[in-house]
Every structure is written in structure tokens, then in C-alpha cells.
């Protein structure tokens, strides 16, 4: 269930070897695995990433990183669930979480499902469904854009352009495009001239690209926390409702280990340390008049 995973690591290129220097130097403290070479310019960068223009001078490739496509991963990982006899309720919406009885509820537009527990896992949007339980949560949507263009060649491995903030991912012979982080409350508005923005500061680094003919353009809202780490835990003052969420600007990434932490909690196994690194109540508010009852 690989999602056709790149497992080549990721380049990070830039229009200059100064600004290449200082990134890695940033890199090293944080003990990221940096490749044999270390800043590569000229023929040595252009060998190492031929799908790039001159405008990329200088850059490094970061050892030991992923990058996969998330939709097919995503349907590969519903699939292998099922198979293991995982009932999934897709296009249903979820319109009120509750505790009732000493039961979680979910009601949704395909029925009201009753369980031990039940876990939040509507990024931005969750906001709204803890609401119900009369709590507020410091979330706000920090929008991105995306769209792929094909190009020929496509990179061989995941690009940063890092003075354009945009990251190219090969995916076939295309290659998805994605950048921007616009704070808005609106977490569905598309604006165009975002997309445009993309486009003029990606379009000098991308040799043969097709900027003409932009496909799957979209917008997603990343839930963004003030303190930049997840919200992962019980909701305060409902044991049997927990939030995955928050995960900032790298929820693929954290998935695996937000799974195992939310396991852990749902079975009692958890880390205390870890559990109250994440835990939501640092980013959450009660209703004092909601909790007690008298708008509800
Ligand atoms: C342009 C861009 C590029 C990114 N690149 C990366 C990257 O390279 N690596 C990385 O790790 N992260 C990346 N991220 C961040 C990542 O997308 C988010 O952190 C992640 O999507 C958050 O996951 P989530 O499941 O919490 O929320 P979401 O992905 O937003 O999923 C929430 C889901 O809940 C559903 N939902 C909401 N309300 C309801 C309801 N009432 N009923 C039913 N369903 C509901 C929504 O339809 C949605 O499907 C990127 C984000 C953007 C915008």
C-alpha cells in the first residue's frame, strides 16, 4: 500500500548558492540527513534534477523522505480496511457529536451511529462539530492551492523551490503544484489570482511545462494551531469524544503517528509525556453556559 510512493528523498533548490548555504545550514542543525555533496550548483544540480531550469543555481537533497500521491494512497488504505471487514459510510455528512448515556453519538445524514468513543477527525471543520458540545477551538484555516501541469521531464524526486515557497510532486507524467498560506474564514473560497501567484513564481524554475494548461485545481484549508503542533486528545470536559486535528501543514506526514497516539489513548496505552504534549485543552474553550445546559 504504497500510494507509489518516491522514496528518492527531496531536493530543496534556490536561485542562489548563498541562499542554498544559509537553508542548509538550517537543515544541519536540525539534524536533518542532508546527501553526499552538500550544496550542488552547475552540472552537478542539473544532473541531479534535469526537469530544472538555470534558475535553480544551487540547491541539497534531504535523505530518507517520502512522497506519494494522497489520493490513491488514501483509497489503497479504504480498500485495505474493508477487506479486513471495516464498515466505511462514505458521502454522509456529520451534523452533531454528542455524549449520551454513557455512549458517544454521531448523528449524520446517513443515520445516528452509537459507540464507545467517538473520534473528530474533520480538520478545520472540526471546529464547528465540537461546537455542538460547547466548546471553541483555537483553529483557524490557513488556505493552499494546488493544480498539475504536465511537464517534460517531470522531476524525479519532490522539489522545494525555496525562495518561490512552492513544492512541485511528480505524479506520472504530471507534476502537482502547491503553495500559498492565505488566512481567511472562508475555508472553500477559491481565488484565482492565487493560482496565478503559483504559477509566475514555480514558471522560471520548471523546464517544459505546459503553464497553459492547468488541471485539478484546488483549494484545502490546513488546520492551523497557535503553537504549530496538533490537537490530539479528549475534548475537555467529554472523555468519550477525541479530536485528530491541527496538524498545521503536515497532515500526511503526522497521520501515522496521530493513529498510533489516538490508539493508544482509545486503549489506555498511551505516553502520558506525549498525550500531554497534544493535548487539545491548550487550544480549547468552554461555554460555561452551554456545558450547564441553557442554550442546548
Ligand atoms: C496545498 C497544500 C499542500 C499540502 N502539502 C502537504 C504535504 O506535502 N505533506 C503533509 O503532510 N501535509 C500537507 N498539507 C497539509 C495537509 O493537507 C493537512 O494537514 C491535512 O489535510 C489535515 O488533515 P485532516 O484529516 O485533519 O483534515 P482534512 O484533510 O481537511 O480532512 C477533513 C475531512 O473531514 C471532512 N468533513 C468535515 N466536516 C465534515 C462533516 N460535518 N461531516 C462529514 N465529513 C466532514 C472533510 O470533507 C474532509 O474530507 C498540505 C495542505 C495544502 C492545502
Not at 494512497?73 to 459510510?89: K, T, W
Not at 471553541?136 to 492551492?145: E, R
Not at 522545494?160 to 472562508?186: I, N, Q, W, Y
Amino acid at each position: 500500500m504504497d500510494g507509489q510512493a518516491h522514496k528518492d528523498g527531496f531536493l530543496f533548490a534556490f536561485p542562489s548558492r548563498a541562499y542554498a548555504a544559509k537553508a542548509l545550514t538550517a537543515f544541519r542543525r536540525l539534524g536533518a540527513p542532508i546527501a553526499a555533496g552538500g550544496v550542488l550548483t552547475g552540472d552537478a544540480l542539473a544532473d541531479t534534477e534535469p526537469a530544472l531550469t538555470e534558475g535553480a543555481r544551487a540547491g541539497f537533497v534531504v535523505d530518507d523522505q517520502w512522497s506519494l500521491d494522497p489520493g490513491l494512497f488514501v483509497d489503497r488504505l479504504a480498500e485495505r480496511l474493508r477487506r479486513q471487514g471495516v464498515e466505511l459510510v462514505e458521502g454522509a455528512r456529520v451534523s452533531a457529536v454528542s455524549e449520551r448515556a454513557g455512549r458517544a453519538e454521531v448523528r449524520t445524514s446517513a443515520g445516528t451511529y452509537r459507540s464507545d468513543a467517538v473520534v473528530v477527525a474533520a480538520g478545520i471543520w472540526s471546529r464547528e462539530l465540537v461546537r455542538g458540545l460547547g466548546v471553541d477551538l483555537d483553529l483557524v484555516a490557513g488556505k493552499g492551492y494546488s493544480f498539475s501541469v504536465a511537464a517534460e521531464p517531470p522531476p524525479s524526486r519532490l522539489v522545494h523551490l525555496g525562495a518561490a515557497k512552492v513544492v512541485l510532486t511528480p505524479m506520472g507524467k504530471r507534476v502537482r503544484v502547491a503553495g500559498t498560506m492565505e488566512f481567511e474564514r472562508d475555508p472553500d473560497r477559491f481565488r484565482r489570482r492565487r493560482v496565478e501567484a503559483i504559477v509566475a513564481a514555480a514558471r522560471p524554475y520548471l523546464r517544459h511545462a505546459d503553464w497553459d494548461d492547468l488541471q485539478e485545481e484546488w483549494v484545502g484549508p490546513r488546520p492551523m494551531t497557535p503553537d504549530g503542533l496538533p490537537l490530539i486528545g479528549r475534548v475537555p470536559g467529554h472523555s468519550r469524544v477525541l479530536l485528530a486535528t491541527g496538524h498545521n501543514m503536515l497532515g500526511l506526514m503526522l497521520a501515522p503517528a496521530t493513529g498510533r497516539l489516538v490508539a493508544g489513548l482509545l486503549t489506555g496505552d498511551a505516553d502520558p509525556a506525549l498525550s500531554s504534549r497534544f493535548d487539545p485543552v491548550r487550544c480549547a474553550r468552554r461555554y460555561p453556559w452551554r456545558v450547564h445546559g441553557i442554550l442546548n
